[in-house]
Structure formats: structure tokens, C-alpha cells
């Protein structure tokens, strides 16, 4: 088992107790704080440096962004280093927004979104800067371009991260996985990396749907919510890598079933 046992970043110095919205808004500065540091580098540094410098300066600033939520992060599973990854499609269930930071602070990879991050303010800017593939689903024509840019980007030994749900869920239950996610993987003869991800609230080890992002609930009522809340732990699952030997539904079907095993090993 490879692990991360506590914060992944010293966790920024608490005020009193009994100054909680003081407190509260501390987080808020020391996140847009953040936030600028995370435009700023992009703008600054990523159109020249190299990959391996890039996903180092990503996963820092991940393990931070997690920090500032009070979200530590513990990865359980198959040991697997960056060389693992490459040219590999992870696939996980999706719960929140929070998940990418959770998975860049493991191992970053490219992650395959939908259209509508790109308009988000700031995140949407930072996720394409970080090399995400965006998706317009309700379109046939973009959902043939995305699985060509994917198989390329295989081939070129990228890891790409997909959440084949299609959608968040509560992060209880799996949701079945749609299957032309896996037609990139078959054309590309790229393994699969099946990933569960679990949140937890740090002090009981109970499971929480506190960074849920479902329904009609914003980003930053989201956000909120989680700031407003106890600590939390997110696990990260990690089984072991699948061969593409079978057309792109089966793939789907057995990777929705390694996932699946990965959360209820979890418990």
C-alpha cells in the first residue's frame, strides 16, 4: 500500500474559535491568494518549461488548494509512479469539483471535462492551462473529435483522467459509466487504471456528502460548504491497470466493476 497520512501541506495556522467568521474569512483571502499564485504561474512560467516541471509545480499547488479546504488526503492501492501513468486512461467515480485536485495531488494528469469549466471564472482559465481536454456532449461531432484528441494524446504518453459517469453523484452510489469514453483506449491499445475516490470526515472516518457537487448547487455555495464544514479526509483507491483486449463496451463494463470493487474494498 502506498499512502499519504495526514495533510498533504501544513494546513495554514488556525484563529480562535471563537472568532469563527473571522476565521472564515481568513480562508477566503489565503484562497484568492491562491488562486492568483495559481494565474500567475501559468501566465508566467507554463508556456516554457517542461512537463515533468509542470506537473511537479501542478501537484504542489493541488496539495495546497486541498490544505486551504482542510481536506488531507490519504492514496491506497497499487504503488505507481509516474512512468505507471503514462500513456494510461485512469477512470474513478466523480463526486466534486474537488476530486481533480485530489487525483493532481496523487499523480496529475490531463484531465477530459465538460465544455462549460472553460466559462467558469479562474478555474475554467487555470484547467485549460493545465492541459485539459474540454467535451461539448450534446454534440455527436465534438464527442468523434474529443476520443481522436484522447487516443492521440495516449499514444504521445499522456495520462488522461476520465469520469465515465458522465456526471457527479453523492459519492455513495456508482452510476453507470458511459462507454464512448473507451473507444480511445481501444484505438489506442492504452491501459486502464481503475481509481474510487472516497470523502470522509477526518475525525470519525465517516463517509460525507459534504463536497458533493449535485443538483442545482453553485460552485461557490460548494465551496462554502466545505469551508464551512468539519476537516475531511479524501481517499484515493488505486487497482491495478487493465489491457484493452475487448471493444470499447466491455472495457466499460469492467472498468465500471473494478471501480466498483475499488469503493466497496473502501467501505
Known sequence: MSGIDGPVENAPPQVSASHPQRRHLLRKLRLLVHLAEGLATCALLFWWIGPTRKRALIQRWSRKLLALFRVSLVVHGEPAEVEDMAGSMLVSNHVSWLDIYAINSWHPPRFVAKSEIRSWP???????????????????????????????????????????????????????????????????????RPLALRYRVAATGELTTIPAYIDDLSLLDSANAILNGPPLVVEVYVGKAVAPEMDRRSLAAHSQHAVAALIERAG
Do not use: Y
Request: hydrophobic share 50%; aromatic share 8%; glycine share 8%.
Open 122 to 192: 479562474v478555474v475554467g482559465w487555470l484547467c485549460a492551462q493545465t492541459g485539459v481536454l474540454f467535451v461539448e456532449r450534446a454534440r455527436k461531432r465534438d464527442a468523434h473529435r474529443i476520443m481522436h484528441a484522447i487516443a492521440d494524446a495516449l499514444r504521445g504518453g499522456d495520462a488522461i483522467c476520465v469520469f465515465p459517469e458522465g456526471t457527479t453523484s453523492n459519492g455513495l452510489h456508482l452510476l453507470p459509466f458511459h462507454a464512448n469514453m473507451f473507444q480511445a483506449p481501444v484505438s489506442a491499445c492504452a491501459p486502464i
